[in-house]
């Protein structure tokens, strides 16, 4: 029976294992990126109004006012700009379009997390180690360089 716990006894081996399961998830999680829909920053919050007329039924104390104002606000060059919406449809679109900002936010935070995981793992040089042939003569010929100064 094939077991593969058994068969990676040696901590490289477990490392390694670690590694393509680090590389599979991050493949699944790039793949993910490509599901993303419309997407923009900004919080959008909700503003009671209050019209301001002494008479209006807004004015009474425990009144809960008109219908909210919703507005999207972000932050372009240090400045706040807002948006308000002019209907139901337009902020509900907006909303999604904020949440999917959100989604790609925490979709982009595991794979920096993800990634740091993998360098880490990754070994130095998995290929081979020292020069090659190529880069010895080229720092050779750099030194003679040096020296013929
Ligand atoms: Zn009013």
Redesign the pocket.
């Known amino acids: 029976m094939y077991t593969y716990r058994e068969d990676a006894v040696q901590k490289g081996d477990l490392m390694l294992d670690d590694l393509n399961s680090l590389e599979m998830r991050r493949s699944m999680l790039l793949g993910e990126f490509l599901g993303l829909g419309d997407l923009r920053p900004g919080s959008i919050t909700a503003v009671s ?5 002494p008479s ?4 009474k104390h425990n009144d809960p ?2 219908d909210p104002q919703f507005r999207l606000t972000r932050r372009v060059a240090g400045k706040t700009v807002t948006e308000t919406f002019p209907n139901p449809t337009a902020l509900r679109k907006a909303q999604q379009e904020v949440a999917e900002f959100h989604r790609f936010q925490k979709l982009s935070q595991d794979l920096v997390t993800l990634n740091e995981k993998i360098c880490q793992l990754r070994p130095v040089a998995q290929e081979r180690g020292g020069w090659t042939e190529q880069e010895k003569k080229r720092l050779l010929r750099s030194m003679k360089r040096w020296r013929g100064k």
């Open positions: 109004r209050r019209c301001g007329k209006c039924h807004c004015a006012g008109h």
